[in-house]
């Protein structure tokens, strides 16, 4: 059983950054594919970024390319989101989940993901 943990969310003004942090406990990480989503109220939870066990791979929604970035530590057992240029329309609850698997492919798909934590709001002001 892997236990996530997000923190790092909070109120910021468009233009702004903020840096979330996905701090895993009870399994080692590196053999787990990460990945963010996001939820709106009353949208649907979606896809933001994923990392690869090995950290080797990521890719990103199109909304967030280029203004997110998405790392790990496996030393630290932790997968960062480094928010910039923020907009309203990034505000949600942020949600890590992981996965066991060595391949590096993307998986995108809520589905995908055996493990979550509990979320972190972030809300970006106009």
């Known amino acids: 059983q892997v236990q996530l943990v997000e923190s790092g969310g909070g109120l910021v003004q468009a233009g702004g950054s903020l840096r979330l942090s996905c701090a895993a406990s009870g399994r080692a990480l590196d053999t787990y594919a990460v990945a963010w989503f996001r939820q709106a109220p009353g949208k649907e939870r979606e896809f933001v970024t994923f990392?690869?066990?090995?950290?080797?791979?990521?890719y990103y929604a199109d909304s967030v390319q280029g203004r997110f970035t998405i790392s790990r530590d496996n030393a630290k057992n932790t997968v960062y989101l480094q928010m910039n240029t923020l907009k309203p329309e990034d505000t949600a609850v942020y949600y890590c989940?992981?996965?066991?698997?060595?391949?590096?492919?993307?998986?995108?798909?809520?589905?995908?993901?055996?493990?979550w934590g509990q979320g972190t709001q972030v809300t970006v002001s106009s």
């Open positions: 989940a992981a996965k066991r698997t060595l391949s590096s492919g993307l998986r995108a798909n809520v589905n995908d993901y055996d493990y």
């Open positions: 990392v690869s066990f090995g950290g080797g791979a990521t």
